[in-house]
């Protein structure tokens, strides 16, 4: 079985972006700038929010914080965004998810500028991903479509299954897919007998949030299965996928940590420096 590790994939991409803003600093003496936007102190958004800033800054990224008390209104969370994107040093923005329950996810989205979007969730940007028109792409479904791309995992012609359909990673890997050539289906909460659907999937992307959940009867023998999931357990961090189930059955897995993890911080920084580049020009 292959492993399909995300960390040279990803070294690949920060070293042409970390290239690229080092040439445009000696050029103009601009640098992109990064904003992160945190709302109160969700232990896990903490971690990530640490990771984006240390990536950013390692290839001259400037990276800014933005951190609100978790009571803070969702009018509040707008104000910041709304100064973030009138501010000319900033050409990327983030707002961590998940948000606390009380503000309203789909306003805040709304509120960040399309062209700073780097997290390719705002309606502009991922309508234009639907009509797979140029916009800026939700960061997970771009690794993993940059890790099949890497190990040379077909994808024409073949048969994908996306199990989950979520707006952050499910719906954007399957439509990427999709327009690749492969045919597709989601797999979702309401599905009939899903197992019986994955076991037919050439390339499994498990985007699910459910620890263990596909075992060796969702997996046809040989096929490409990407672990989107991460949890943290007693023994350790897992994906949504039963190792030991897919071991000597799947072809090619991505392990968890050191898959889908790091590549979504890659396209980050990339999709930082392509706002910074359409924004300059």
């Avoid at 050029?27 to 904003?35: F, W």
């Avoid at 007693?234 to 090619?252: C, I, K, N, T």
């Amino acid at each position: 079985m292959i492993q399909l590790q995300g960390k040279p994939v990803a070294a690949t991409i920060l070293e042409t972006v970390s290239k690229r803003v080092a040439e445009a600093q000696a050029k103009s003496g601009r640098a992109p700038g990064l904003a992160v936007v945190l709302v109160g102190d969700d232990p896990a958004s903490q971690i990530y929010v640490r990771q984006k800033h240390k990536a950013a800054q390692s290839m001259g990224i400037q990276s800014f914080e933005r951190h609100l008390p978790k009571e803070s209104s969702t009018d509040a969370v707008l104000a910041v965004l709304d100064e973030l994107n009138r501010d000319s040093a900033v050409h990327g923005i983030l707002v961590q998810l998940p948000l606390p329950e009380h503000i309203d996810r789909f306003r805040v989205l709304l509120g960040i500028a399309p062209a700073k979007d780097v997290d390719g969730l705002t309606q502009a940007n991922q309508g234009a991903l639907v009509q797979n028109r140029p916009g800026l792409r939700p960061c997970t479904p771009l690794g993993i479509m940059d890790l099949l791309d890497y190990y040379q995992v077909p994808v024409a012609g073949r048969r994908a299954v996306v199990i989950g359909r979520s707006a952050l990673v499910g719906m954007p890997v399957a439509l990427l897919l999709l327009q690749q050539d492969a045919t597709l289906t989601v797999v979702h909460s309401k599905t009939p007998d899903p197992a019986a659907v994955a076991c037919q999937a050439d390339i499994l992307v498990v985007a699910a949030g459910q620890p263990a959940l596909v075992t060796r009867d969702w997996i046809k023998p040989g096929a490409a299965v990407i672990d989107v999931g991460i949890h943290r357990t007693a023994s350790g961090l897992v994906g949504d996928v039963d190792v030991g189930q897919a071991e000597g059955w799947a072809g090619a897995l991505t392990p968890v940590p050191g898959g889908v993890g790091p590549m979504t911080i890659a396209e980050l920084m990339r999709n930082t420096w392509q706002a910074f580049r359409q924004q300059d020009d």
